[in-house]
């Protein structure tokens, strides 16, 4: 299985990505690297991917552990460091902020969290530690 995006770039930013599901965004690199305000960054994506990824696969999980997710907000916070001269992400927190139907099995939060940290393809695909610290509402 493929999935595909493909970048058009002018003489100035945004550039454009077009992605396979049918999206179109404008892109540039962060203010602070010499990009335009407003337009996503590759840096937001990837945190955002992180982000989006660890919620639909949750949900799932929780589910299937008697949990009927009924509200679900997250912050992400993604720690971009200097390593060996390089910038990298080296860690993503999340802070999920969950609410669920009345007799949820709530005592399986933290089994829906390390089940999800398993099974989420994005943040396994990450070279980075994630950390997730939930709020149950």
Known sequence: MDFVSKVSYGDAYPAKMECQNGMSLDYSPPVEFGGAKGPMTPEDAF??????????????????????????????????QTV?????????????????????RTENIQKAIDATKKRCLVTNSMGCEVVVEPRVL
């Open 84 to 104: 060996d001269g390089f910038k990298k992400f080296v860690r993503i927190n999340l802070y999920p902020e969950m609410r669920f139907a009345e007799g949820a």
């Open 47 to 80: 945190v955002g991917s992180a982000n989006m990824c660890f919620q639909i696969v949750f949900r799932s999980v929780a589910q299937g552990l008697g949990m009927s997710l009924l509200d679900y907000s997250c912050k992400a916070v993604g720690d971009l």
